[in-house]
């Protein structure tokens, strides 16, 4: 054997011996890679969670406005019975006794209504807390890939240690999306 095959076995050994001590490094990097898209469709699922809340809560205010318009107007109709000469009097009183009956049922309808909207409203802000943890995982889940992958750059293990603390604190955030109640 000569002297640059003896070399050139010994560099490839060294080499193989570094990427060996790396691989751990590399697998990490794989499985954060994975953990941040997971984090990733979660956070958007979540979003698109409130946003279709968001619209709930919408058309039901939208709903306890009409009825509330309706009420106001129906009001009105009463008051100016009450005041304008009509030729029969008992089918006014009638109608008005109709009305008030109407007024009745839907001062019910609009406190549900209400009700209804401002329950979707804290859906959408839990949604929202949701999602705001998701993202803050994914961000954290990203930062620790990143200084993971300094670690191939430096060879140097500490930067794997910081990586994986900030993927544990990312993976901690983003599990803590599902105990908000």
Known sequence: MEANEAHELQEHAEHGAHESAMRPVAFTMSVLAVLVAIATVLGHRTHTEAVLDQ???TDQW???QAKKIRQYNTGLAIDAMNVAPVADQAEAEN???????HL??????LNEAQEKARDLEKEVALQEKRADRFDLGEALLE????ITSVTLL?????YWYF?????AAGVASAV???LIR
């Open 55 to 57: 619209n709930k809560a």
């Open 62 to 64: 939208n709903e306890y």
């Open 143 to 146: 930062i620790g890939l990143v």
């Open 154 to 158: 430096t060879r140097s293990r500490i």
């Open 95 to 101: 109608i008005a006794k109709g009305y008030e009956d």
């Open 104 to 109: 009745a049922k839907w001062s019910q309808d």
């Open 163 to 167: 990586g994986m603390l900030f993927a």
């Open 176 to 178: 803590a999306a599902y």
